[in-house]
Each structure stands twice: as structure tokens, then as C-alpha cells.
């Protein structure tokens, strides 16, 4: 296997020469039916580099987009020649931090989209990294007719985090949830999946049953559909051995919205609003945050704007303490610096125009905790508790009207 020096290889590989799949069957597991595939990168005439090491490289020299749909045309066109029934599952892999989501005008692809029910696979890699990114490449994906899926689940809180954000069509559960022994963290991991499952009638996939007893314990843990040596080792398709279309994912779900305006008008379109002073609007918000810190395991994101950097100042050591462990904090403002601020917060600069920038948010949203709160300055009043005017308020525990708001703000993280 080659090692991330070898840099000439890499670039070869990233460059799509010697580009080959294999494919590692998704089986059903209470009837065994192999209902897809998923297509696993290879270079084996460059003695098979890492494909995570490949696609590292691919980002770094800007050639990812193209290695991503030298990808999925590969994946296709195989699938295709070995004899994939139509309507079966295929699974490909791709990158959260690329822009790519399968163009328009490429015969394979658009031949693949109408033929099999094509899912999207992100990796756990750089989830975070560009959010905007992210929920551009996912509503682009299903406005194409692909279901999206969310791999490595468990694995980090990162994955966990963004199940909302995303909406994935496919849960895949990290081979550690399936062959680790129970504890305390996994069973918590378990528990926000399953309620995801609840919420949107998602399939769960259990990664890793290399053994009779991961089969009998992906099994327990609510997994309908599973991969791993014990059902089936990565090479060519069987076309008799595959099923026809996964009843579990008949249902496309549609495009996420991703406004861009006022949190606050967001919010108060299903939440009631009332008007309170000063200081128990900044009450309020630093209650909301600091309860976000008492969720050891499965931390939540913390999306928060502010009118000014120096009302962030008062409230910046409660939140360098979130950074520290949630996968993610923000702070949004006109003035704020772009970038780290300082134990895992960041900084992202608004325009001056820019409506969430004359308005206080504050969102946490994770497996297992949902809050949005927005306030904005009454115009009409012009003095109030120490000298400001109060505020307008509005505060909501809907899980889709925070995931509504979670993804105004990340969709302004470019």
C-alpha cells in the first residue's frame, strides 16, 4: 500500500488513471436478499494507495471534482457491464468538502440516475469543513434523483451532529456500534439514530459484521440492512444474487431549504413571540447555551449571531468552553473576524446588509437537543434597562423549525 509521500502515484491516481471498482453487497438482514451494492475505489495497477489517502490528495491539488465524477461514472459503467438489475441499490462514495453532484450532460450518469437507485455515500471525512458546501452538494444531489446517506455514523460527533442538518435517506452505523461490547456512548449513539429513524423513516445500515455475532447484534440494534466479510466480501457484482429495488428507500425525499434571511422571521412563523428587557433577553441566550454544555456525549452544534463583537466579548468564555468539545461553534456578526477564534470557535463575517446581523440567535441542535432562540431590538422603543430598548423574543423546541434555522446559518459558512 502506498504511503502518503509517494506523491508522483498519488497524483496519478488522483487523476483518475487506473481508476477501477469493486463492490461489497448491502444485504437485507431478516431475509438475507442482497438488495445492492456499494462501489469501493481501487487503483490496483498503482499497487492500491489508501483511497482516503488518494482523495486527500485529490483536494490538495484541486482535482477532487474531477476524481468525483471519474468516480461515479466508473461506478456506474461497471455496475452496468457486471449486470446490476435495474432498480437495485448502488452505493458511491463522495467527498462532503467537494462541490461536485453528478452534472447534468454526462450520458453514464444520467443512463446510471434512471437505472438504479443511485445513493450518495459522504464520507466522515472534512464534514464540517465548508458547511455551505455541504447543503449545496445534498440539495443538488436529490434535486438529480439521488437518496443520500450519512457513513461512519457513531464514529465521531461530527456524523451524530448532522443528521438533521443533512437528512440522509441512509443511517450507516460504524463497524465500532456493531463490534464493540455495549457501553454507556454507544447506547446514547444508538438512541439519537433510532429517533432519527422515527422522525424520517430512514434505513439503517450496519457496517462491519465480519461475524455471526455482529450479524445477531446488528440485529438488536435496529439495523435493517447490512454490510460486512460475514454477508459478503468486495469483488463482482452476482446479477442472480441481486434483488431488485430496496423497498426502504421508495420514498425520494425533496431538496432541503436553505433560506438565508432572518432567524427570527423563521422562528416566529411557528413560534410565538413576546417582548422582554435587556438583560433577560441576554439571559435567556446565555441559559440556552450553557445547557448545551451539559450533553457530554453527544454534543450538539451552536450557531450564534450577535450585533456586535463586543457583545460576544461577554458571553466568549462560555462559549470557548463549548468549542472545546462540541463539533462545532459559530458566531455570526458583521464585525466578527473570519476564522478561529480560540478553542474551537469560529468566526464568520457578515455583510453589512445582511438581516441576521441586526438580530441576536442562538441555535443548538443535536441527537438529543433541539433549540432555537432569536431576538432583535423593538425600533419603536428607544431606551429600557440600562439604556437599551427591550427586545423581541421568540424561542422554539420544533425539530424541524431548528434544523430550519441551523441551516440559515450554515449556509452562509463558505
Known sequence: MLSPSSGGELSTAAAGVGLTM???PVVTLSTGQVVGYEALARWPSLRDPAPQCVFSHAKAVGALVD????????????AASQGLPDSATLLINSEPASSYSADYGDDVIDDGLGRFQIVVELTERHLLANPATLLKKVAALRARGCRIALDDVGAS???LALLDVVGPDVVKLDMTVVQAAPHVDQTRTLAGVLAYRENTGAAIVAEGIE???HYRRAVTLGATLGQGFHLGRPGSIDPAAAGASNPSLSRLRPPPVQPRGSVFDLIATGAPTFTVDY????????????KSRHHVINQPIVLTSVPSAAEYAELRTGFRALGVSSPLVAVFGIDMPDGPLGDGVRGVRLEPSDPLGRETALVTLGCDVATALAARPRRDVTTGTRGMPPYDITITHNRDLVTQAART???RMT
Open 279 to 290: 438583560d433577560t433577553a441576554q439571559a435567556l441566550t446565555q441559559t440556552i447555551a450553557r
Open 22 to 24: 469493486v463492490y461489497q
Open 409 to 411: 446559518f450554515l449556509g
Open 157 to 159: 460527533h461530527e456524523s
Open 67 to 78: 476524481l468525483e465524477r471519474q468516480v461515479m461514472r466508473t461506478a456506474i459503467s461497471g
Open 211 to 213: 461475524t455471526e455475532a
